[in-house]
């Protein structure tokens, strides 16, 4: 998945203000204690990151 359309499906969910607040700052057990910009910096790749936060906030499985 590129980058660009993880973002565009971090802003469909969470709507555009707050898509990189919840990244910034909403550490998640299923991207290892990190938040999705510090997942993201670590190397994860954004489908990984994205079933992360999918699976973390319930995100169902036909908008995955």
Do not use: N, Q
Not at 32 to 37: E, S
Not at 52 to 57: H, L, N
């Amino acid at each position: 998945m590129r980058l660009t359309i993880f973002w565009e499906r971090m802003a469909e969910h969470f709507g555009a203000g707050y898509a990189d607040s919840f990244a910034r700052d909403h550490v998640m057990a299923e991207l290892g204690g990190r938040t999705v910009h510090e997942a993201l910096a670590a190397g994860w790749e954004t489908k990984d990151v994205w079933r992360g936060v999918c699976a973390a906030v319930g995100i169902p499985a036909e908008r995955r």
